[in-house]
C-alpha cells in the first residue's frame, strides 16, 4: 500500500496557532494581560471554542503595544483613543520601511476625508483617500532627505 505524500506549506503569519499561554510566554507577559488587551479591544485573537488562540500578527502586534505603553508612555485608554484617530505605524513612528513589509499592522481610525457616515463604501474610499495621501507625504520626505 502505497502511502500519500502530503505537501508541507508554509504557516501564513496570520494564522492563528498559539494559545494563550505560549502566547503569553512569547512576549514575556501574564496571560491575563492578554486578557485585558483583549476586553479593552486592542486585540483579537481567533477563539476557537473557548480557547483564544494567537497567529504570529498578533505576536508582533502585542509586542507593538508593549513598547507603545511601556516605552512611549501611552496609556491603554490614550492608545485607543490614538488608534481611533491614526494607524499603528503613525503612533509608533514605524519607519515607511518598516511599516510597509509588516503583516501586523493595525489601522483601525476613521477616515479624515470627508465622506457619508453609514455607507460603508464611502468609508472604504474615504480611508483609500487617506492612504494615498499618507504615501505621499511619505514619498515627499524621503525625496527631501535625499535631495
Known amino acids: 500500500m502505497a502511502r500519500k505524500k502530503t505537501e508541507i506549506e508554509p504557516i501564513h503569519p496570520g494564522t492563528a496557532v498559539y494559545p494563550i499561554g505560549v502566547a503569553a510566554r512569547l512576549v514575556n507577559v501574564h496571560p491575563r494581560t492578554l486578557r485585558i488587551y483583549e476586553a479593552e479591544g486592542l ?18 502586534w502585542i509586542g507593538c503595544l508593549r513598547s507603545m505603553i511601556h516605552e512611549d508612555g501611552i496609556s491603554i485608554p490614550g492608545l485607543k483613543k490614538l488608534l481611533q484617530l491614526a494607524p499603528c505605524w503613525e503612533i509608533g513612528d514605524c519607519p515607511s520601511r518598516v511599516h510597509e513589509k509588516c503583516s501586523a499592522h493595525v489601522d483601525n481610525s476613521v477616515p479624515k476625508t470627508l465622506h457619508v457616515v453609514g455607507d460603508d463604501q ?23 532627505l535625499s535631495g
Open 43 to 60: 486585540i483579537s485573537p481567533k477563539h476557537v471554542g473557548s480557547r483564544r488562540m494567537f497567529s504570529e500578527n498578533d505576536i508582533k
Open 122 to 144: 464611502a468609508t472604504r474610499e474615504a480611508k483609500e483617500a487617506d492612504q494615498e495621501k499618507r504615501r505621499k507625504v511619505a514619498q515627499k520626505k524621503k525625496q527631501t
